[in-house]
């Protein structure tokens, strides 16, 4: 996965992006933890204008398959290592 793509992905997470909500399957990339798409309720935080907010940890480090990725532990980690290490 390169940087290009990580970056795309972690860009999505802090917005109300349309292919967020119409995601499938979602993963938090600060828990790493992959869940489906109706776990997550909180999917326009619109008074902060960010993305949807992990039921685990409350951080807007949701991604969502329609995104364009896969939902994986591997994709997880390594957008947690780039943006939380
Ligand atoms: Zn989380």
Request: glycine share 6%; aromatic share 6%; proline share 2%.
């Amino acid at each position: 996965m390169d940087n290009k793509a990580l970056e795309k992905l972690h860009l999505a997470s802090l917005s109300q992006s349309k292919e967020l909500s119409e995601s499938k399957l979602c993963g938090c990339y600060y828990c790493i933890v992959s869940m489906s798409a109706d776990k997550v309720s909180d999917w326009k935080n619109s008074a902060a204008k960010t993305g949807p907010v992990c039921p685990n940890c409350g951080t807007n480090s949701i991604i969502g398959d329609e995104l364009g990725q896969s939902i994986t532990d591997e994709l997880l980690s390594a957008m947690n290592t780039r943006y939380f290490s």
